[in-house]
Protein backbone atom coordinates (compact mmCIF):
# COMPACT_ATOMS: atom_id res chain seq x y z
CA UNK A 1 0.00 0.00 0.00
CA UNK A 2 1.42 3.61 -0.33
CA UNK A 3 1.94 5.55 2.60
CA UNK A 4 -0.75 7.81 1.51
CA UNK A 5 -3.71 5.25 1.51
CA UNK A 6 -6.26 6.71 3.96
CA UNK A 7 -5.93 4.03 6.91
CA UNK A 8 -9.57 3.16 7.41
CA UNK A 9 -10.11 0.46 10.63
CA UNK A 10 -13.14 -2.12 11.38
CA UNK A 11 -12.85 -3.58 14.78
CA UNK A 12 -14.88 -6.49 15.06
CA UNK A 13 -15.95 -6.57 18.80
CA UNK A 14 -17.12 -9.48 20.61
CA UNK A 15 -19.87 -9.17 22.91
CA UNK A 16 -22.50 -11.26 24.75
CA UNK A 17 -25.58 -10.72 26.23
CA UNK A 18 -25.09 -6.44 25.61
CA UNK A 19 -21.66 -6.68 27.37
CA UNK A 20 -18.96 -5.89 25.02
CA UNK A 21 -15.85 -8.21 25.92
CA UNK A 22 -12.92 -6.31 27.83
CA UNK A 23 -10.68 -6.51 25.66
CA UNK A 24 -12.49 -4.43 22.69
CA UNK A 25 -11.05 -1.42 24.27
CA UNK A 26 -7.37 -2.85 23.88
CA UNK A 27 -8.17 -4.05 20.10
CA UNK A 28 -9.23 -0.20 19.75
CA UNK A 29 -6.34 1.05 21.12
CA UNK A 30 -4.62 -1.25 17.99
CA UNK A 31 -6.74 0.56 16.18
CA UNK A 32 -5.90 3.78 17.34
CA UNK A 33 -1.78 2.80 17.11
CA UNK A 34 -3.43 3.12 13.07
CA UNK A 35 -4.89 5.82 12.68
CA UNK A 36 -8.14 7.82 13.25
CA UNK A 37 -10.45 6.14 11.01
CA UNK A 38 -12.04 3.95 13.95
CA UNK A 39 -15.22 2.06 13.26
CA UNK A 40 -16.66 -0.72 15.38
CA UNK A 41 -18.96 -3.58 14.67
CA UNK A 42 -20.92 -5.50 17.20
CA UNK A 43 -23.47 -8.41 16.03
CA UNK A 44 -25.57 -10.96 17.60
CA UNK A 45 -28.54 -10.82 20.64
CA UNK A 46 -27.45 -7.97 22.82
CA UNK A 47 -25.58 -5.68 20.12
CA UNK A 48 -27.63 -2.93 20.82
CA UNK A 49 -27.30 -2.63 24.29
CA UNK A 50 -23.54 -3.40 23.83
CA UNK A 51 -23.16 -0.84 20.98
CA UNK A 52 -24.08 1.64 23.27
CA UNK A 53 -21.15 1.12 25.45
CA UNK A 54 -18.55 0.39 22.57
CA UNK A 55 -19.70 4.15 21.40
CA UNK A 56 -18.26 5.61 24.31
CA UNK A 57 -14.74 4.03 24.08
CA UNK A 58 -12.05 6.55 23.38
CA UNK A 59 -11.29 7.22 19.37
CA UNK A 60 -14.65 4.99 17.73
CA UNK A 61 -16.23 6.97 15.18
CA UNK A 62 -19.00 5.28 14.57
CA UNK A 63 -20.53 1.55 15.53
CA UNK A 64 -22.47 -0.54 13.36
CA UNK A 65 -24.94 -2.94 15.53
CA UNK A 66 -26.33 -6.07 13.76
CA UNK A 67 -28.62 -6.68 16.26
CA UNK A 68 -29.55 -11.09 14.79
CA UNK A 69 -29.26 -14.24 16.69
CA UNK A 70 -27.73 -15.82 14.12
CA UNK A 71 -24.38 -14.82 14.65
CA UNK A 72 -24.69 -15.58 18.81
CA UNK A 73 -22.18 -18.23 19.87
CA UNK A 74 -19.24 -16.62 17.58
CA UNK A 75 -20.78 -18.12 14.55
CA UNK A 76 -18.09 -18.14 12.34
CA UNK A 77 -19.61 -18.84 8.63
CA UNK A 78 -22.06 -15.72 9.33
CA UNK A 79 -20.19 -13.30 11.07
CA UNK A 80 -17.23 -13.99 8.64
CA UNK A 81 -19.68 -13.37 5.64
CA UNK A 82 -21.09 -10.11 7.27
CA UNK A 83 -17.65 -8.69 8.03
CA UNK A 84 -16.14 -9.95 4.39
CA UNK A 85 -19.50 -8.00 2.78
CA UNK A 86 -18.21 -4.70 4.72
CA UNK A 87 -14.64 -5.07 4.02
CA UNK A 88 -14.55 -2.88 0.94
CA UNK A 89 -14.63 0.34 2.87
CA UNK A 90 -11.73 -0.51 4.73
CA UNK A 91 -8.24 -0.89 4.93
CA UNK A 92 -7.61 -2.46 7.96
CA UNK A 93 -10.31 -5.17 10.10
CA UNK A 94 -9.01 -6.08 13.51
CA UNK A 95 -10.33 -8.15 16.35
CA UNK A 96 -8.85 -9.53 19.77
CA UNK A 97 -6.63 -12.62 18.74
CA UNK A 98 -9.21 -14.71 21.29
CA UNK A 99 -10.92 -18.07 20.52
CA UNK A 100 -13.77 -16.03 18.38
CA UNK A 101 -11.12 -13.49 16.76
CA UNK A 102 -8.69 -16.06 15.95
CA UNK A 103 -11.68 -18.44 14.40
CA UNK A 104 -13.71 -15.64 12.48
CA UNK A 105 -10.41 -13.78 10.79
CA UNK A 106 -8.55 -15.75 8.98
CA UNK A 107 -12.27 -16.88 7.35
CA UNK A 108 -12.61 -13.21 6.41
CA UNK A 109 -9.29 -13.04 4.95
CA UNK A 110 -9.82 -15.73 2.86
CA UNK A 111 -13.22 -14.79 1.71
CA UNK A 112 -11.39 -11.28 1.20
CA UNK A 113 -8.17 -13.33 -0.69
CA UNK A 114 -5.68 -11.50 1.50
CA UNK A 115 -3.25 -13.07 4.10
CA UNK A 116 -4.09 -12.41 7.69
CA UNK A 117 -1.88 -11.81 10.76
CA UNK A 118 -2.22 -13.71 13.68
CA UNK A 119 -1.48 -12.01 17.36
CA UNK A 120 0.00 -9.02 16.19
CA UNK A 121 1.89 -7.10 19.38
CA UNK A 122 2.88 -3.76 18.38
CA UNK A 123 1.97 -1.68 15.41
CA UNK A 124 4.54 0.05 13.78
CA UNK A 125 3.45 1.47 10.70
CA UNK A 126 -0.06 0.96 8.15
CA UNK A 127 1.74 -2.01 6.96
CA UNK A 128 3.93 -3.14 9.45
CA UNK A 129 3.67 -5.23 12.39
CA UNK A 130 5.14 -7.49 14.85
CA UNK A 131 3.80 -10.56 16.30
CA UNK A 132 5.44 -13.82 18.16
CA UNK A 133 6.90 -16.82 16.14
CA UNK A 134 8.09 -20.58 17.98
CA UNK A 135 6.07 -19.98 21.15
CA UNK A 136 7.17 -16.22 21.37
CA UNK A 137 10.79 -17.72 21.25
CA UNK A 138 11.06 -14.87 18.59
CA UNK A 139 9.23 -11.65 17.36
CA UNK A 140 8.95 -10.90 13.72
CA UNK A 141 8.29 -8.22 12.21
CA UNK A 142 6.52 -8.22 9.37
CA UNK A 143 5.16 -6.15 6.44
CA UNK A 144 1.83 -7.24 4.66
CA UNK A 145 1.50 -6.06 1.17
CA UNK A 146 -2.09 -6.73 0.93
CA UNK A 147 -4.51 -3.84 0.22
CA UNK A 148 -6.35 -5.08 3.13
CA UNK A 149 -5.07 -6.09 6.23
CA UNK A 150 -6.82 -8.40 8.58
CA UNK A 151 -5.27 -8.91 11.92
CA UNK A 152 -5.86 -10.13 15.40
CA UNK A 153 -4.01 -8.39 18.34
CA UNK A 154 -2.95 -9.81 21.41
CA UNK A 155 -4.98 -7.54 24.03
CA UNK A 156 -2.67 -8.12 26.51
CA UNK A 157 -0.35 -6.18 24.31
CA UNK A 158 -2.21 -2.70 24.67
CA UNK A 159 -3.43 -1.04 27.43
CA UNK A 160 -7.58 -0.30 27.09
CA UNK A 161 -8.33 3.45 25.74
CA UNK A 162 -10.65 5.51 28.10
CA UNK A 163 -13.88 6.74 27.69
CA UNK A 164 -15.62 9.74 25.37
CA UNK A 165 -19.16 11.01 24.15
CA UNK A 166 -20.62 8.49 23.00
CA UNK A 167 -19.73 8.28 18.77
CA UNK A 168 -22.99 7.60 16.90
CA UNK A 169 -24.59 4.01 16.39
CA UNK A 170 -25.96 2.61 13.09
CA UNK A 171 -28.01 -0.49 12.57
CA UNK A 172 -27.02 -2.76 10.03
CA UNK A 173 -29.13 -5.33 8.19
CA UNK A 174 -28.40 -8.65 9.09
CA UNK A 175 -26.66 -11.17 6.11
CA UNK A 176 -28.31 -14.69 5.53
CA UNK A 177 -27.87 -17.35 7.84
CA UNK A 178 -25.86 -19.82 5.96
CA UNK A 179 -26.37 -22.59 8.30
CA UNK A 180 -23.23 -24.09 7.92
CA UNK A 181 -23.14 -24.92 11.91
CA UNK A 182 -25.26 -25.15 14.55
CA UNK A 183 -25.16 -24.79 18.08
CA UNK A 184 -25.71 -28.00 20.03
CA UNK A 185 -24.84 -26.92 23.51
CA UNK A 186 -22.57 -24.73 25.14
CA UNK A 187 -21.01 -25.02 28.72
CA UNK A 188 -19.34 -21.82 29.79
CA UNK A 189 -17.48 -21.92 33.32
CA UNK A 190 -19.37 -19.23 35.19
CA UNK A 191 -17.11 -17.20 37.00
CA UNK A 192 -16.89 -15.25 40.45
CA UNK A 193 -13.33 -14.81 39.69
CA UNK A 194 -11.53 -12.31 37.68
CA UNK A 195 -11.08 -13.52 34.15
CA UNK A 196 -7.84 -15.06 33.44
CA UNK A 197 -6.79 -12.48 30.65
CA UNK A 198 -8.20 -9.31 32.06
CA UNK A 199 -6.71 -10.13 35.86
CA UNK A 200 -4.51 -7.98 37.89
CA UNK A 201 -3.16 -10.83 39.68
CA UNK A 202 -3.31 -14.37 38.43
CA UNK A 203 -2.43 -17.77 40.38
CA UNK A 204 -1.35 -20.93 38.29
CA UNK A 205 -1.03 -24.22 39.13
CA UNK A 206 0.85 -26.92 37.29
CA UNK A 207 1.09 -31.09 37.50
CA UNK A 208 3.06 -30.64 41.21
CA UNK A 209 -0.67 -29.67 42.60
CA UNK A 210 -0.90 -33.51 42.59
CA UNK A 211 -4.50 -33.63 42.24
CA UNK A 212 -7.73 -31.17 41.72
CA UNK A 213 -8.72 -31.36 45.17
CA UNK A 214 -4.82 -30.01 46.15
CA UNK A 215 -5.92 -27.18 43.55
CA UNK A 216 -8.22 -25.76 46.56
CA UNK A 217 -4.61 -24.21 47.93
CA UNK A 218 -4.53 -22.34 44.68
CA UNK A 219 -7.89 -20.97 45.29
CA UNK A 220 -7.34 -20.05 48.98
CA UNK A 221 -3.98 -18.16 47.51
CA UNK A 222 -6.19 -16.81 44.72
CA UNK A 223 -9.17 -15.40 47.29
CA UNK A 224 -6.47 -13.66 49.36
CA UNK A 225 -5.70 -11.73 46.92
CA UNK A 226 -8.87 -11.16 44.28
CA UNK A 227 -6.70 -13.34 41.78
CA UNK A 228 -7.96 -15.38 38.45
CA UNK A 229 -6.87 -18.74 38.22
CA UNK A 230 -4.60 -20.61 35.71
CA UNK A 231 -2.51 -23.77 34.90
CA UNK A 232 -0.49 -25.56 32.98
CA UNK A 233 -1.24 -28.03 30.27
CA UNK A 234 -0.52 -30.58 32.65
CA UNK A 235 -2.77 -29.73 34.72
CA UNK A 236 -5.49 -29.57 32.36
CA UNK A 237 -4.77 -32.86 30.71
CA UNK A 238 -4.38 -34.41 34.11
CA UNK A 239 -8.24 -33.32 34.52
CA UNK A 240 -7.27 -31.25 37.61
CA UNK A 241 -8.79 -28.66 36.11
CA UNK A 242 -11.48 -27.30 32.89
CA UNK A 243 -9.21 -26.31 29.77
CA UNK A 244 -10.38 -22.62 29.74
CA UNK A 245 -7.53 -22.29 32.22
CA UNK A 246 -4.65 -23.42 30.58
CA UNK A 247 -2.37 -20.90 29.71
CA UNK A 248 0.59 -21.03 27.35
CA UNK A 249 1.47 -21.11 23.52
CA UNK A 250 -1.97 -22.93 22.91
CA UNK A 251 -3.80 -21.58 26.03
CA UNK A 252 -4.74 -17.99 27.15
CA UNK A 253 -1.79 -15.10 27.28
CA UNK A 254 -1.95 -13.26 30.30
CA UNK A 255 -0.13 -10.48 31.13
CA UNK A 256 -0.60 -9.34 34.67
CA UNK A 257 0.47 -7.05 37.87
CA UNK A 258 1.82 -10.68 39.46
CA UNK A 259 1.61 -13.96 37.84
CA UNK A 260 2.43 -16.82 40.74
CA UNK A 261 3.45 -20.21 39.20
CA UNK A 262 3.23 -23.69 41.87
CA UNK A 263 4.34 -26.55 40.55
CA UNK A 264 4.79 -25.75 37.26
CA UNK A 265 8.62 -26.39 35.46
CA UNK A 266 8.34 -23.72 33.16
CA UNK A 267 8.11 -25.11 29.57
CA UNK A 268 8.52 -23.15 26.63
CA UNK A 269 4.86 -23.56 25.63
CA UNK A 270 3.99 -22.73 29.41
CA UNK A 271 6.10 -19.08 29.47
CA UNK A 272 4.97 -17.78 25.70
CA UNK A 273 1.97 -17.22 27.83
CA UNK A 274 2.47 -15.48 30.83
CA UNK A 275 6.36 -13.86 30.32
CA UNK A 276 5.52 -10.50 29.57
CA UNK A 277 3.71 -10.63 33.22
CA UNK A 278 4.80 -7.72 35.25
CA UNK A 279 5.91 -9.43 38.45
CA UNK A 280 6.90 -13.08 38.04
CA UNK A 281 6.52 -15.43 41.20
CA UNK A 282 8.01 -18.86 41.38
CA UNK A 283 7.49 -21.59 43.87
CA UNK A 284 8.56 -25.22 43.03
CA UNK A 285 11.18 -27.78 45.26
CA UNK A 286 13.25 -28.20 42.51
CA UNK A 287 16.31 -25.24 42.12
CA UNK A 288 16.78 -26.70 38.78
CA UNK A 289 13.28 -25.81 37.43
CA UNK A 290 13.60 -23.35 34.42
CA UNK A 291 10.25 -21.07 35.59
CA UNK A 292 13.09 -19.65 38.03
CA UNK A 293 14.34 -18.03 35.38
CA UNK A 294 12.10 -16.05 34.44
CA UNK A 295 10.70 -15.72 37.94
CA UNK A 296 11.69 -12.18 39.66
CA UNK A 297 11.10 -14.05 43.21
CA UNK A 298 11.98 -17.71 43.43
CA UNK A 299 11.20 -19.88 46.35
CA UNK A 300 12.80 -23.02 46.68
CA UNK A 301 10.11 -25.15 48.18
CA UNK A 302 7.47 -27.81 49.13
CA UNK A 303 4.07 -26.19 47.68
CA UNK A 304 1.75 -28.51 50.07
CA UNK A 305 4.11 -26.24 53.14
CA UNK A 306 4.56 -23.11 51.37
CA UNK A 307 0.85 -22.49 50.45
CA UNK A 308 -1.12 -22.36 53.69
CA UNK A 309 1.63 -20.22 55.21
CA UNK A 310 1.42 -17.90 52.36
CA UNK A 311 -2.47 -17.63 52.56
CA UNK A 312 -2.07 -16.62 56.17
CA UNK A 313 0.59 -14.02 55.57
CA UNK A 314 -0.96 -12.02 52.50
CA UNK A 315 -2.82 -9.02 53.20
CA UNK A 316 -6.45 -9.62 52.27
CA UNK A 317 -7.59 -8.26 49.02
CA UNK A 318 -10.66 -5.11 49.36
CA UNK A 319 -13.24 -5.55 46.59
CA UNK B 1 -16.42 -41.31 3.80
CA UNK B 2 -12.86 -40.20 3.19
CA UNK B 3 -10.79 -38.36 5.38
CA UNK B 4 -7.71 -36.12 4.09
CA UNK B 5 -5.74 -35.03 7.13
CA UNK B 6 -2.84 -32.44 6.17
CA UNK B 7 0.47 -32.82 8.20
CA UNK B 8 3.35 -30.13 8.22
CA UNK B 9 6.71 -30.65 8.56
CA UNK B 10 8.50 -27.86 11.46
CA UNK B 11 11.23 -27.72 14.07
CA UNK B 12 10.83 -30.54 16.85
CA UNK B 13 8.96 -28.97 19.80
CA UNK B 14 11.35 -29.51 22.27
CA UNK B 15 14.20 -27.05 19.92
CA UNK B 16 15.39 -23.77 20.90
CA UNK B 17 14.89 -21.62 17.83
CA UNK B 18 17.71 -18.99 17.35
CA UNK B 19 17.60 -16.32 15.32
CA UNK B 20 20.29 -16.16 12.03
CA UNK B 21 23.30 -14.26 12.46
CA UNK B 22 22.08 -11.71 10.17
CA UNK B 23 18.35 -11.39 11.69
CA UNK B 24 16.47 -12.30 8.39
CA UNK B 25 15.26 -15.67 9.88
CA UNK B 26 15.64 -18.54 12.42
CA UNK B 27 18.38 -20.69 11.63
CA UNK B 28 16.63 -24.17 10.90
CA UNK B 29 19.69 -25.53 9.34
CA UNK B 30 20.61 -28.65 11.49
CA UNK B 31 17.36 -28.65 13.53
CA UNK B 32 15.62 -31.38 14.66
CA UNK B 33 12.47 -31.40 12.73
CA UNK B 34 8.69 -33.30 12.97
CA UNK B 35 5.54 -33.43 12.32
CA UNK B 36 3.46 -30.63 13.51
CA UNK B 37 2.32 -31.83 17.36
CA UNK B 38 -1.20 -30.42 16.41
CA UNK B 39 -1.20 -32.74 13.30
CA UNK B 40 -0.46 -35.51 14.41
CA UNK B 41 -3.60 -35.25 16.52
CA UNK B 42 -5.37 -34.71 13.60
CA UNK B 43 -4.36 -37.93 12.24
CA UNK B 44 -4.44 -40.02 14.99
CA UNK B 45 -8.35 -38.79 14.93
CA UNK B 46 -8.44 -40.00 11.62
CA UNK B 47 -6.99 -43.16 12.03
CA UNK B 48 -9.28 -44.25 14.77
CA UNK B 49 -12.58 -42.98 12.75
CA UNK B 50 -11.09 -45.75 10.33
CA UNK B 51 -10.58 -48.27 12.91
CA UNK B 52 -14.55 -47.56 13.79
CA UNK B 53 -15.06 -48.39 10.63
CA UNK B 54 -16.55 -44.86 9.69
CA UNK B 55 -13.56 -43.36 7.79
CA UNK B 56 -13.11 -45.76 4.79
CA UNK B 57 -9.73 -44.09 3.75
CA UNK B 58 -7.45 -41.84 5.43
CA UNK B 59 -5.36 -39.75 2.80
CA UNK B 60 -2.04 -37.58 4.36
CA UNK B 61 -1.18 -34.12 2.27
CA UNK B 62 1.83 -32.60 3.12
CA UNK B 63 2.95 -29.00 1.47
CA UNK B 64 6.93 -27.97 1.71
CA UNK B 65 10.42 -29.18 0.44
CA UNK B 66 11.19 -32.94 -0.11
CA UNK B 67 12.03 -33.35 3.35
CA UNK B 68 8.92 -33.32 4.29
CA UNK B 69 8.36 -37.10 2.99
CA UNK B 70 9.81 -37.90 6.35
CA UNK B 71 6.52 -36.58 7.63
CA UNK B 72 4.66 -38.55 5.34
CA UNK B 73 6.40 -41.87 5.98
CA UNK B 74 5.56 -41.53 9.58
CA UNK B 75 2.01 -40.60 8.34
CA UNK B 76 1.37 -43.80 6.46
CA UNK B 77 3.54 -45.72 9.35
CA UNK B 78 1.00 -44.69 11.92
CA UNK B 79 -2.10 -45.34 9.69
CA UNK B 80 -2.76 -42.98 7.02
CA UNK B 81 -3.17 -45.35 3.26
CA UNK B 82 -2.18 -42.72 0.97
CA UNK B 83 0.31 -40.06 1.16
CA UNK B 84 -0.07 -36.95 -0.81
CA UNK B 85 3.43 -34.68 -1.36
CA UNK B 86 3.50 -30.80 -3.28
CA UNK B 87 6.44 -29.86 -3.50
CA UNK B 88 7.67 -26.57 -2.67
CA UNK B 89 10.61 -25.06 -1.16
CA UNK B 90 9.76 -21.31 -0.28
CA UNK B 91 8.00 -20.83 3.14
CA UNK B 92 4.46 -20.37 2.37
CA UNK B 93 1.71 -18.45 3.95
CA UNK B 94 -1.60 -19.97 5.44
CA UNK B 95 -3.84 -18.34 2.74
CA UNK B 96 -1.50 -20.23 0.19
CA UNK B 97 -1.65 -23.60 1.86
CA UNK B 98 -5.32 -23.46 2.30
CA UNK B 99 -5.74 -22.82 -1.48
CA UNK B 100 -3.55 -25.65 -2.46
CA UNK B 101 -5.38 -28.14 0.28
CA UNK B 102 -8.64 -26.43 -1.76
CA UNK B 103 -7.14 -27.94 -4.63
CA UNK B 104 -6.33 -31.48 -3.28
CA UNK B 105 -10.01 -31.56 -1.88
CA UNK B 106 -11.75 -30.53 -5.53
CA UNK B 107 -9.81 -33.50 -6.80
CA UNK B 108 -9.90 -36.18 -3.32
CA UNK B 109 -13.59 -34.96 -2.71
CA UNK B 110 -13.13 -36.10 1.30
CA UNK B 111 -16.11 -35.80 3.08
CA UNK B 112 -13.79 -34.59 6.54
CA UNK B 113 -10.59 -32.71 6.86
CA UNK B 114 -9.08 -32.60 10.02
CA UNK B 115 -5.90 -30.66 10.63
CA UNK B 116 -3.97 -29.07 13.51
CA UNK B 117 -5.18 -25.96 15.33
CA UNK B 118 -1.92 -24.50 14.93
CA UNK B 119 1.54 -25.15 13.47
CA UNK B 120 4.09 -24.55 16.31
CA UNK B 121 6.29 -22.40 14.29
CA UNK B 122 4.30 -19.67 12.20
CA UNK B 123 2.07 -19.82 15.23
CA UNK B 124 -0.95 -18.97 13.16
CA UNK B 125 -3.87 -20.95 13.42
CA UNK B 126 -5.42 -19.95 10.12
CA UNK B 127 -5.47 -22.28 7.65
CA UNK B 128 -8.56 -24.90 8.38
CA UNK B 129 -10.89 -21.56 8.83
CA UNK B 130 -9.55 -20.58 5.24
CA UNK B 131 -9.94 -23.46 3.51
CA UNK B 132 -13.26 -23.93 4.92
CA UNK B 133 -14.00 -20.47 3.73
CA UNK B 134 -12.89 -21.57 0.32
CA UNK B 135 -14.73 -24.57 -0.25
CA UNK B 136 -17.70 -22.61 1.44
CA UNK B 137 -18.47 -25.32 3.86
CA UNK B 138 -18.75 -25.46 7.96
CA UNK B 139 -15.77 -25.00 10.12
CA UNK B 140 -15.21 -26.05 13.98
CA UNK B 141 -11.84 -24.82 15.60
CA UNK B 142 -10.07 -26.04 18.83
CA UNK B 143 -11.63 -29.77 18.46
CA UNK B 144 -11.56 -31.58 21.71
CA UNK B 145 -13.87 -34.57 20.77
CA UNK B 146 -15.24 -35.29 17.08
CA UNK B 147 -18.57 -37.47 16.54
CA UNK B 148 -19.59 -38.29 13.01
CA UNK B 149 -23.48 -39.73 12.50
CA UNK B 150 -24.80 -39.84 9.31
CA UNK B 151 -24.55 -36.82 6.89
CA UNK B 152 -22.81 -34.57 10.02
CA UNK B 153 -20.05 -34.27 12.71
CA UNK B 154 -20.72 -33.24 16.15
CA UNK B 155 -17.47 -31.58 17.17
CA UNK B 156 -16.74 -30.18 20.98
CA UNK B 157 -14.59 -27.14 21.00
CA UNK B 158 -12.35 -25.49 23.84
CA UNK B 159 -12.88 -22.26 23.90
CA UNK B 160 -12.03 -19.15 25.96
CA UNK B 161 -15.18 -19.47 28.56
CA UNK B 162 -15.48 -23.02 28.46
CA UNK B 163 -16.39 -25.48 25.93
CA UNK B 164 -18.90 -25.23 22.75
CA UNK B 165 -20.62 -28.15 20.87
CA UNK B 166 -21.07 -27.36 17.40
CA UNK B 167 -23.04 -29.59 15.03
CA UNK B 168 -21.94 -29.41 11.22
CA UNK B 169 -23.11 -30.45 7.86
CA UNK B 170 -20.53 -32.75 5.82
CA UNK B 171 -18.34 -31.90 3.92
CA UNK B 172 -16.44 -30.13 7.02
CA UNK B 173 -13.35 -28.47 7.98
CA UNK B 174 -11.90 -28.87 11.95
CA UNK B 175 -8.92 -27.91 13.54
CA UNK B 176 -8.02 -30.04 16.52
CA UNK B 177 -6.44 -29.14 19.67
CA UNK B 178 -4.65 -30.67 22.56
CA UNK B 179 -7.27 -32.71 24.39
CA UNK B 180 -8.71 -34.49 21.42
CA UNK B 181 -6.73 -37.64 21.59
CA UNK B 182 -2.82 -39.11 22.34
CA UNK B 183 -1.25 -40.12 19.53
CA UNK B 184 0.39 -43.47 19.21
CA UNK B 185 3.56 -44.33 19.07
CA UNK B 186 4.22 -46.03 15.10
CA UNK B 187 5.73 -49.81 15.26
CA UNK B 188 8.71 -50.57 14.00
CA UNK B 189 7.19 -53.06 10.98
CA UNK B 190 5.06 -50.24 10.38
CA UNK B 191 7.93 -47.76 9.63
CA UNK B 192 9.68 -50.12 8.00
CA UNK B 193 6.43 -51.43 5.64
CA UNK B 194 5.77 -47.28 5.11
CA UNK B 195 9.41 -47.22 3.89
CA UNK B 196 8.52 -49.15 0.81
CA UNK B 197 4.70 -47.00 -0.14
CA UNK B 198 4.73 -45.02 -2.82
CA UNK B 199 4.27 -40.98 -2.19
CA UNK B 200 2.48 -39.62 -4.86
CA UNK B 201 4.32 -36.44 -5.29
CA UNK B 202 4.02 -33.17 -7.61
CA UNK B 203 4.95 -29.86 -7.89
CA UNK B 204 2.77 -27.38 -5.68
CA UNK B 205 2.67 -25.13 -8.94
CA UNK B 206 0.81 -27.30 -10.73
CA UNK B 207 -2.45 -27.08 -8.98
CA UNK B 208 -2.61 -23.25 -10.47
CA UNK B 209 -2.48 -21.14 -7.33
CA UNK B 210 -1.35 -18.06 -6.79
CA UNK B 211 1.71 -18.50 -4.40
CA UNK B 212 3.10 -15.36 -4.40
CA UNK B 213 4.05 -14.16 -0.79
CA UNK B 214 1.79 -11.51 0.53
CA UNK B 215 3.64 -10.74 4.00
CA UNK B 216 7.54 -10.39 3.78
CA UNK B 217 9.70 -10.95 7.55
CA UNK B 218 11.66 -7.53 7.63
CA UNK B 219 13.24 -9.09 10.96
CA UNK B 220 12.95 -11.42 13.95
CA UNK B 221 14.01 -10.79 17.27
CA UNK B 222 14.64 -12.28 20.56
CA UNK B 223 12.02 -10.53 22.91
CA UNK B 224 13.56 -8.32 25.40
CA UNK B 225 15.05 -10.14 28.42
CA UNK B 226 13.74 -10.45 31.84
CA UNK B 227 15.81 -8.70 34.52
CA UNK B 228 17.35 -11.62 36.93
CA UNK B 229 15.54 -12.16 39.76
CA UNK B 230 16.08 -13.43 43.35
CA UNK B 231 16.07 -16.48 45.73
CA UNK B 232 13.85 -15.52 48.69
CA UNK B 233 14.13 -17.89 51.77
CA UNK B 234 10.84 -17.79 53.10
CA UNK B 235 7.35 -16.65 52.66
CA UNK B 236 7.53 -13.49 55.10
CA UNK B 237 10.47 -12.58 52.49
CA UNK B 238 8.19 -12.93 49.85
CA UNK B 239 5.47 -11.14 51.21
CA UNK B 240 7.53 -8.27 52.51
CA UNK B 241 9.19 -7.85 48.76
CA UNK B 242 6.30 -8.46 47.11
CA UNK B 243 4.38 -5.60 49.46
CA UNK B 244 7.67 -3.56 49.37
CA UNK B 245 9.67 -3.58 46.44
CA UNK B 246 7.35 -4.54 43.80
CA UNK B 247 4.42 -2.90 45.25
CA UNK B 248 2.00 -5.27 43.78
CA UNK B 249 0.44 -6.61 47.33
C1 LIG C 1 2.25 -28.43 20.98
C2 LIG C 1 2.35 -28.24 22.45
C3 LIG C 1 1.64 -27.19 23.03
C4 LIG C 1 1.69 -26.98 24.39
N1 LIG C 1 1.00 -25.93 24.93
C5 LIG C 1 1.08 -25.70 26.26
C6 LIG C 1 0.40 -24.59 26.86
O1 LIG C 1 -0.32 -23.82 26.20
N2 LIG C 1 0.54 -24.41 28.20
C7 LIG C 1 1.30 -25.23 28.99
O2 LIG C 1 1.39 -25.01 30.20
N3 LIG C 1 1.94 -26.28 28.45
C8 LIG C 1 1.84 -26.55 27.11
N4 LIG C 1 2.48 -27.64 26.59
C9 LIG C 1 3.07 -28.63 27.52
C10 LIG C 1 4.45 -28.27 28.03
O3 LIG C 1 5.43 -28.69 27.11
C11 LIG C 1 4.71 -28.93 29.39
O4 LIG C 1 4.57 -30.32 29.25
C12 LIG C 1 3.77 -28.47 30.49
O5 LIG C 1 3.73 -27.06 30.53
C13 LIG C 1 4.23 -28.99 31.81
O6 LIG C 1 3.34 -28.64 32.84
P1 LIG C 1 3.87 -28.54 34.35
O7 LIG C 1 4.94 -27.52 34.44
O8 LIG C 1 2.69 -28.38 35.23
O9 LIG C 1 4.40 -30.02 34.61
P2 LIG C 1 5.87 -30.54 34.84
O10 LIG C 1 6.79 -30.12 33.76
O11 LIG C 1 5.76 -31.97 35.17
O12 LIG C 1 6.34 -29.73 36.13
C14 LIG C 1 5.82 -29.93 37.41
C15 LIG C 1 6.68 -29.11 38.34
O13 LIG C 1 6.14 -29.18 39.65
C16 LIG C 1 7.20 -29.23 40.57
N5 LIG C 1 6.69 -29.86 41.79
C17 LIG C 1 6.22 -31.14 41.92
N6 LIG C 1 5.82 -31.35 43.19
C18 LIG C 1 6.06 -30.21 43.87
C19 LIG C 1 5.89 -29.81 45.22
N7 LIG C 1 5.36 -30.64 46.14
N8 LIG C 1 6.25 -28.56 45.60
C20 LIG C 1 6.79 -27.71 44.67
N9 LIG C 1 6.97 -28.03 43.38
C21 LIG C 1 6.61 -29.27 42.99
C22 LIG C 1 8.28 -30.04 39.88
O14 LIG C 1 9.57 -29.75 40.42
C23 LIG C 1 8.12 -29.59 38.43
O15 LIG C 1 9.00 -28.52 38.13
C24 LIG C 1 2.45 -27.85 25.22
C25 LIG C 1 3.16 -28.90 24.64
C26 LIG C 1 3.11 -29.10 23.28
C27 LIG C 1 3.88 -30.23 22.68
Same mark, same amino acid.
Given at each position: ??? !???????? %???????????????????????? !???????? $????????????????????????????????????????? $????????????????? +??????????????????????????????????????????????????????????????????????????????????????????? &?????????????? +??????????????????????????????????????????????????????????????????????? +??? %?? *????????????????????????????????????? | ???? %?????????????????????????? =??????????????????????? *????????? *?????????????? =???????????????????????????????????????????????????????????????? #????????? $?????? #?????? $?? +???????? =??????????????????? *??????????????????????? &??? #????????? &????????????????????????
Amino acid at each position: MSS !EQTVRTLV %VAEQSSGEPDAATARVVAAAAALG !EAIEVLVV $GSGAERAAEQVARLAGVQRVHCCEAAHYDHAAAENTAALVA $GMAGEYTHLLAAASTTG +RSIMPRVAALCNVAQLSEVVAVQGPDTFVRPIYAGSVLATVQSDDALRVLTIRPTAFDAVGAQEAAPVAALAAGEDTGLSRLVDEQLVSGE &RPELSSARVVVSGG +RGLGSGDNFRLIEAVADRLGAGIGASRAAVDAGYVPNDMQVGQTGKMVAPELYIAVGISGSIQHLAGMKDS +RVI %VA *INHDEEAPIFQVADYGLVADLFEILPELVEKLPRHES | MKVL %VAVKRVIDYNVRVRVSEDHAGVDLAH =AKMAMNPFCEIALEEAVRLKEQG *IASEVVAVT *IGPKAAQEQLRSAM =ALGADRALHLEHDEALESLHVAGLLAGVVEEEQPGLVLLGKQSIDSDNNQTAQMLAAMLGCGQA #TYASDIRVA $GESVTV #TCEIDG $GL +RILALQLP =AVISVDLRLNEPRFARLPD *IMKAKKRPIESRAAQSLGVDLAP &RVR #TLRVDYPAE &RQPGVRVDSVDELVDRLKNEAGVI
